[in-house]
């Protein structure tokens, strides 16, 4: 019987080290998003200092009106990207609106931290245990050109945990967001 009351201690104490653990990770995501300065257009920039960044940027054959709208237009969100299986949102897209978003199997809850108009979006988000920052930025190249720049930070119990398996997913996944708003944003103007 004492063994037994030892296992379950030892139980008891990994059960509220992880809880703990998980509450310091989010309190830390939102300790930097609340002591956040803007960058370059964004009111929270990515977190450098995350375990998890990736950064890409493409061209696309689409006015930047275009391209603004498509990516911006959560609630379709679902017809051009593949990983994408459900949005809900309930306001008008700008600075403060929350969203919901399933891909990948997985729940997102979202905030729009910027929204300026042909220029720059950006958004938080959470889920079991990762918090992101994601970021894009929208240059006129000309008027039928638009260069997309995206940015994000993983930050976490699972990026810290597993951070090869979490670099490697982002930089795939932030290179087929691109693509996919490239084909979708192209599509739109034929």
């Known amino acids: 019987m004492n063994i037994i009351k030892k296992i379950l201690y030892i139980l008891l104490a990994i059960v509220v080290i992880t809880i703990l653990y998980f509450y310091y990770e989010s309190y830390s995501f939102n300790q930097y998003i609340e002591n956040s300065n803007q960058i370059n257009n964004m009111n929270i920039p990515i977190n450098e200092n995350a375990p998890v960044k990736s950064r890409n940027q493409i061209e696309i054959q689409a006015p930047i009106d275009t391209v603004w709208h498509t990516l911006t237009d959560i609630k379709n969100w679902t017809?051009?990207?593949?990983?994408?299986?459900?949005?809900?949102?309930?306001?008008?897209i700008e600075e403060g609106t929350i969203f919901n978003w399933k891909a990948g199997?997985?729940?997102?809850?979202?905030?729009?931290?910027?929204?300026?108009?042909?220029s720059a979006f950006g958004w938080t988000g959470t889920t079991i245990g990762v918090s992101a920052i994601h970021n894009w930025t929208f240059i006129k190249k000309d008027?039928?050109?638009?260069?997309?720049?995206?940015?994000?930070?993983?930050?976490?119990?699972?990026?810290?945990?597993?951070?090869?398996?979490?670099?490697?997913?982002?930089?795939?996944?932030?290179l087929t967001n691109l693509l996919e708003l490239k084909d979708a944003s192209e599509m739109r103007i034929k």
Request: glycine share 4%; hydrophobic share 30%; proline share 2%.
């Open 143 to 174: 008027e039928n050109t638009t260069i997309v720049i995206v940015e994000e930070s993983l930050q976490g119990v699972f990026p810290k945990l597993f951070k090869r398996y979490f670099q490697n997913n982002l930089d795939k996944g932030v």
């Open 79 to 92: 017809k051009w990207q593949k990983a994408v299986t459900e949005t809900t949102v309930d306001e008008k």
């Open 105 to 118: 199997g997985l729940s997102f809850k979202s905030k729009i931290h910027t929204s300026k108009r042909n």
